[in-house]
T-cell receptor
Framework: NAGVTQTPKFQVLKTGQSMTLQCAQDMNHNSMYWYRQDPGMGLRLIYYSASEGTTDKGEVPNGYNVSRLNKREFSLRLESAAPSQTSVYFC???????????FGPGTRLTVL | DQQVKQNSPSLSVQEGRISILNCDYTNSMFDYFLWYKKYPAEGPTFLISISSIKDKNEDGRFTVFLNKSAKHLSLHIVPSQPGDSAVYFCAADNAGNMLTFGGGTRLMVKP
């Protein structure tokens, strides 16, 4: 079992460019999450999907969109990247929203 | 305003001694608390949790204490080992809606 996988591992964008971060889990979990981690700020929830077919905003959703493609996959899209979106992005999954979350290895994104 | 705070950004302890990591929260609706451990270039991994109906949960060398009246929880690691050197995040859950994380504490265990 690979657990939670994320692609790419690293990405450099110019301001205004768009990109999609991919996440997949093979644990048959119902819930999936996208977080960003900034120094001293811990992890902040961007969006989550409690179950296939549903998505909800987290603490910092502005500038992002998500798609729960199927039970396994949850993608995060930046339509027009800004330097403030420079961060490390983590995807996570859990059996339900009230359970332990399992995290992927992260994507380090730099926006110039 | 941060609802979950870890006021010590770093902590250094000697191998074999006790490590105590602290976490304070402001939202009285939080009813479930977790600790995660993170190594560089990896995602966080779950360490231990505690429900608000308990005041202590133990798992091997790791014990979490919850003081609801003070809105404070702590993680004790005894004995500390060099492999415990990592960043530790506390997190709080509000009835299963979403986790709110603290800013993290970097623990360094010296041999």
């Amino acid at each position: 079992n690979a657990g939670v996988t994320q692609t790419p591992k690293f990405q450099v964008l110019k301001t205004g460019q768009s990109m999609t971060l991919q996440c997949a889990q093979d644990m048959n979990h119902n819930s999936m999450y996208w977080y960003r981690q900034d120094p001293g700020m811990g992890l902040r929830l961007i969006y989550y999907s409690a179950s296939e077919g549903t998505t909800d905003k987290g603490e910092v959703p502005n500038g992002y969109n998500v798609s729960r493609l199927n039970k396994r996959e949850f993608s995060l899209r930046l339509e027009s990247a800004a330097p403030s979106q420079t961060s490390v992005y983590f995807c996570a999954s859990s059996e339900a929203v009230y359970n332990e979350q399992f995290f992927g290895p992260g994507t380090r994104l730099t926006v110039l | 305003d941060q609802q979950v705070k870890q006021n010590s950004p770093s902590l250094s302890v000697q191998e074999g001694r006790i490590s105590i990591l602290n976490c304070d929260y402001t939202n009285s609706m939080f009813d479930y608390f977790l600790w995660y451990k993170k190594y560089p270039a990896e995602g966080p991994t779950f360490l231990i949790s505690i429900s608000s109906i308990k005041d202590k949960n133990e798992d091997g060398r790791f014990t979490v204490f919850l003081n609801k009246s003070a809105k404070h929880l702590s993680l004790h690691i005894v004995p500390s080992q060099p492999g415990d050197s990592a960043v530790y995040f506390c997190a709080a859950d509000n009835a299963g809606n979403m986790l709110t994380f603290g800013g993290g504490t970097r623990l360094m265990v010296k041999p």
